[in-house]
């Protein structure tokens, strides 16, 4: 190569600034009673260790935005939406009921909203993730909540995970997860595992198209073995 | 920071093209995160000078989740070209219906192909997911098809940027309509208009995001304008498709997209 300019020189095209495309994501999680103690303790590490994996990789940081909802004693949104690069993790301290029908029904009206506010800002988004952690099951009403977010999980407008904990009453949660995603035990309390796991399927999906089914790496690094 | 190197995919300059009036730069580049996970590029680009009036052009995005998406999208450019050079050579069309009834068989035909290679194979046509991009660009006339994500931009004859062919209305950026669909001939986009454009510029989503506003749907001027105002100057192809190939796998771009992207740029030399 010489020094002698190019006769065509891409470097002087200056790229569109657009905003950047949104990944949302909304940890749903169990803060009952029953959570106290180890549970919870690994949990907040895992939240730090959720938002450590995503910061690795700029793009995602910048892409995924998450929020917390947390079911205890109350319903809580702990964390409205807010892309990685400016999360904390919260400290989350566990008491109350497991009022999960109620928790899954703010999570889908914020989801609603989230992406009207996307909408009218022209950004463009990818398929949202709601990922639900409990110990237990249900001390709510959750007939109807399950099958408002299995609807919106057929029509593809979520993607819909559940995760069991410890004592968590598998079969309930099945009526609650979707029919072709069942829940997952999670090994003991490997809540780093787990959350490692999500970064890099967030990431994945925040990189290229998806068709008819979803590419993600394989959970068995912490989920249980359920004979 | 990635140490890695893109692969890079340049459209060999075959000699009735390096022999003609028509000028083509392109290329496409593998995106950061395919070479992290890794994964080949899977996005394909092809094209041919007719004649001196005619070139045809397609770009392919391989899917993700299909296995065999990489051959998916180079079978399908291919097939496509190839398609069109055939299908001119026994008639020209000379209104509108007719083109799209051929652009209409082109997608038709491009699809036929992957389902031979799935068969051959022993894989099923999902497997070869692709989008495609067609544009056949004359000296009075921009015929285009297009099923999946995607655009085709030209510059007109006053000097506006026009957005000729966009992505489908998919609600999220990750998921888009593939050639392999069932209904895709009637998801599809085909459009003849009977207009003498300046250039053109064909591209896989992953370049959408650096030169297409997305609030409302317009070309990013500062981002076409040099490029096409470039073209009617450029006699080595090769190397200029490679300077376009540098940039696209610049820091610049890659801050923006970590996906494949493809670019195709045409217009005519200097006469």
């Known amino acids: 190569m010489s020094d002698e300019s190019p006769e065509f020189d891409a470097k002087v095209a200056s790229v569109a600034e657009n905003p950047e495309q949104r990944c949302p994501c909304i940890l749903l999680l169990d803060v009952s009673g029953s959570m106290d ?37 109350a319903v809580e949104l702990k964390q409205d939406f807010i892309t990685v690069d400016q999360f904390d993790a919260p400290i989350l301290s566990a008491r109350g009921q497991t009022p999960m029908g109620a928790a899954i029904n703010l999570a889908l009206d914020k989801l609603e909203e989230r992406k009207q506010i996307y909408k009218q800002a022209g950004i463009s988004y990818f398929r949202p993730w ?7 099951e249900p001390t709510d009403e959750w007939h109807s909540a399950a099958t408002r977010i299995q609807a919106m999980e057929e029509r593809k407008g979520v993607t819909f995970f559940v995760v069991g904990v410890d004592k968590a009453n598998l079969s309930t949660l099945a009526q609650i997860a979707p029919k072709n995603r069942p829940p997952v035990k999670l090994n003991g309390l490997d809540f780093a595992s ?8 967030l990431g994945k999906v925040s990189d290229s198209k998806i068709g008819a089914q979803v590419a993600l790496p394989p959970t068995s690094d912490w989920t249980a073995i359920t004979a | 920071m990635i140490a890695d190197q893109p692969e890079i995919i340049l459209y060999p300059i075959d000699p009735d093209l390096a022999a003609s009036k028509w000028v083509v730069v392109g290329a496409s580049v593998q995106g ?87 068969l ?5 046509l999902r497997d070869y997911s692709t989008t495609l991009i067609l544009a056949i660009f004359t000296s009075d006339w921009l ?75 317009t070309p990013h001027p500062p981002f076409f304008e040099p490029l096409f105002r470039q073209l009617p100057g450029v006699k080595d192809m090769h190397k200029a498709s490679q300077n376009l190939a540098e940039f696209m796998a610049s820091d610049q771009i890659c801050a923006h997209t970590d996906d494949d992207k493809t670019l195709v740029l045409i217009g005519r030399q200097r006469v």
């Open chain 2, 120 to 124: 051959k194979n022993q894989a099923v």
């Open chain 1, 37 to 73: 103690g180890a549970a919870i303790n690994q949990l907040n590490a895992g939240l730090q260790t959720f938002r450590d994996s995503i910061r690795k990789n700029e793009l995602a940081s910048m892409r995924v935005e998450v929020a917390i909802i947390t079911f205890g004693k």
């Open chain 2, 143 to 217: 015929v285009t098809g297009h099923i999946g994500d995607g655009a085709t931009v030209a510059s007109l004859e006053d000097g506006g940027l026009v957005l000729v062919s966009q992505a489908q209305n998919e609600e999220y950026v990750n998921v888009t309509f593939p050639l392999t669909m069932p209904d895709m001939i009637h998801i599809a986009e085909f459009k003849a208009c009977p207009i003498r454009v300046k250039a053109l510029a064909l591209m896989s989503d992953g370049m959408q995001q650096v030169s297409i506003h997305t609030a409302d749907n």
């Open chain 1, 194 to 201: 787990m959350f490692i796991w999500l970064s890099s399927s």
């Open chain 1, 130 to 136: 709601i990922f639900l952690i409990t110990d237990g």
């Open chain 2, 32 to 118: 950061t995160n395919h070479i992290k996970i890794p994964l080949p590029c899977q996005d394909a680009h092809a094209y041919k000078a007719l004649n001196d009036s005619i070139l045809v052009a397609a770009v392919a995005d391989g899917l993700g989740s299909a296995m065999y998406a990489q051959a998916g999208a180079q079978l399908a450019a291919v097939r496509a070209v190839t398609y069109v050079e055939q299908a001119l050579a026994a008639a020209v069309p000379s209104d509108e219906d007719a083109w799209i009834q051929l652009v209409r068989d082109c997608f038709l035909s491009a699809c036929a192909r992957l389902e031979e290679e799935a």
